[in-house]
């Protein structure tokens, strides 16, 4: 493959609007950047209709929440009707089995093939990992889009000991690209997967050299673990271009892996969801020109995106200016920061001068380390100051001590403490606190049947995807699966024999390390997050258990009445 000019348009050409990571809803209920998402929403779509592109691709994201509110999905639906349904004709066609490419959905079809609806722009799009399927059904956001006929949900496996990632083949004229997705998947999972040969992307029989390949892939890229990102040298060589999506930080002028040589695009997110650097880059979306083999993807700067700007403070950088034995320091400190923030906002409003479209209200950062000896201010007092300037007042310093930092170990952990509020300079996952917990826990409360990995599991659903049934399905899934060896080993209904049974499974389960088990011993550590306490679920799996190998036991309902 090559970059080159962009090629003429013509009926050889593919012209594709390029984006990720919309998350649309972030800050909803915000008075001031509530709307933000969906402005810029309506301005990628917008560029779609104006440029005339074949197709819109999607790398994920497209939501923030994983239930997103009415508002959200009724603001989604009313921009993709209002752009993306027309009489114009859509001037490529689809060759593989469509069958394949969307088997799990009710209407196994490219939305624009549809007899019943009339779609001048295609929208294809892959799941990330705020809007991924979750629950009983394994359904997301995305779905509900698709089956409204609005979007193509596509790269979604739904194996959890194989992937194959078969492409959504395309043509027009002379041109043919074959469209690989991967939707999210926890990054330690995939990394597994990877090593372990368990995903393969698929081919075209005939012809293979004569494809364009183009993937999108919405997972960690850069390293934040041994094995929670996805190396990019992972990916097969004979890829032409990848569509990276979860990154926020804007690189999305193609570079090319020098191992593997293809290239790779980093489109950013097309909002400010976290005040850190990376999402203080200038957010473009992009415009994928391919024909033949040769490509170039034009930049286009978001016009409707609120400024940001951040910049760090290092305290004791400064002996000349800051003394943390003057007793008038904090002042000093509090007016050197109010300079700081004058700076940025002046920066701020020189960048907007220029283009009408963007908010008004910036987003400011000011970080200040403020180790060596110093006391930090009242932000809250600080923040009064700028309550009509700025878009986040509440957050415009954030104080750290980065050089003090130290881990601190043998301490007791208070779960609901680490998630309402975390440490500041912390990024936190549930899954990490529960694995945290055991690792320091009593014997007695150990996990023995069950995993770590599956309680984690069980209280991020719970937690973060706000999936109410979560818990207790994991926990009937590994019932079944309990009660399954036990009928095949043929176990007698003798409460030592089942003991017995139930070490000897246990150690099975630990030997291979299972990740998809499913937690019950859950403590009463957790009962803010859970519908029940060990000691009674102890006693009730016990005699499910013995229901399992013994006719004689009195029969139990598939739910404890609490």
């Known amino acids: 493959v090559s970059q080159c000019d962009p090629p003429s348009d013509g009926e050889d050409t593919f012209k594709i609007l390029v984006a990720t990571d919309i998350h649309l809803g972030y800050l909803e209920k915000d008075p001031v950047r509530g709307n933000d998402t969906f402005v810029t929403f309506n301005e990628i779509l917008d560029h779609a209709q104006k440029n005339e592109v ?21 603001s989604c639906l009313e921009s993709l009707r209002k752009y993306c349904m027309g009489d114009r004709p859509v001037q490529f066609e689809i060759l593989s089995d ?3 490419n969307f088997h799990y959905s009710k209407f196994p079809w490219v939305n624009y093939q549809d007899e019943n609806l009339n779609i001048s722009i295609p929208v294809f799009s892959i799941h990330g990992n705020h809007d991924d399927p979750t629950g009983a059904d394994a359904l997301c956001a995305l779905d509900i889009l698709s089956c409204a006929g609005l979007l193509n949900h596509f790269g979604r496996s739904t194996s959890v000991e194989k992937i194959d990632i078969s492409p959504i083949l395309l043509r027009k004229g002379r041109t043919k690209i074959a469209l690989y997705g991967l939707g999210a998947i926890p990054d330690e999972r995939l990394y597994r997967m990877f090593v372990n040969k368990q995903v393969t992307m698929l081919r075209p029989k005939e012809d293979e050299d004569s494809w364009f390949n183009l993937f999108v892939i919405h997972q960690n890229r850069s390293k934040h673990g041994a094995t929670n990102y996805i190396p990019e040298q ?24 020098e191992q593997q040589r293809f290239y790779i695009s980093q489109p950013g997110s097309s909002v400010v969801t976290s005040l850190s650097p990376g999402e203080a880059v200038k957010k473009h979306i992009g415009l994928l020109h391919v024909k033949g083999k040769k490509m170039k993807m034009e930049k286009i700067a978001l016009e409707t995106v609120r400024t940001f700007h951040i910049e760090d403070v290092v305290l004791a950088d400064h002996p000349d200016l800051f003394n943390p034995d003057n007793p008038n320091v904090t002042q000093a400190i ?10 940025m906002l002046d920066t701020a409003e020189r960048e907007r001068l220029g283009n009408p479209r963007q908010p008004e209200k910036p987003i400011i950062r000011l970080r200040v380390d403020y180790a060596g000896g110093f006391e930090p201010f009242s932000v809250h007092r600080f923040s009064q100051k700028y309550m009509h300037r700025v878009a986040n007042p509440k957050d415009i310093i954030h104080f750290f001590r980065h050089r003090e930092q130290k881990e601190k170990k043998g301490i007791d952990l208070n779960f609901g403490k680490l998630v309402s509020r975390p440490a500041e300079g912390m990024t936190l996952r549930v899954e990490d606190l529960v694995k945290q917990y055991f690792q320091t826990a009593e014997k007695k409360v150990q996990l023995s049947l069950l995993t770590e990995r599956g309680m984690g599991e069980a209280v991020q659903e719970f937690v973060d995807k706000e999936e109410k049934d979560a818990i207790e399905e994991l926990v009937k899934f590994q019932l079944e699966k309990t009660q ?3 009928k095949e080993r043929r176990t007698d209904a003798e409460e030592e024999k089942i003991d017995e049974e139930l070490y000897m499974y246990c150690n099975i389960v630990s030997s291979h390390n299972s990740y998809f088990l499913s937690c019950f011993f ?12 060990v000691p009674y679920y102890q006693n009730y799996y016990t005699l499910l258990l013995l229901n399992t190998v013994s006719p004689s036991c009195p029969k139990l309902s598939s739910s404890p009445v609490m």
Request: glycine residues 4%; hydrophobic residues 40%.
């Open 234 to 257: 992972f990916l097969d060589d004979f890829i032409n271009l990848v569509v990276w999506g979860h990154e926020h930080e804007c690189k999305i002028a193609p570079f090319q892996n």
């Open 98 to 100: 469509q069958a394949v």
């Open 334 to 343: 509090q007016a050197f920061c109010m300079e700081k923030v004058e700076l």
């Open 484 to 486: 399954r060896f036990l």
């Open 54 to 74: 074949d197709f819109v691709l999607l790398g994920g994201d497209l939501f923030h929440d994983n239930k997103p509110s009415r508002k959200t999905v009724h």
């Open 522 to 533: 859950i403590s009463t550590y957790f009962s803010n997050y859970s519908y029940f306490s």
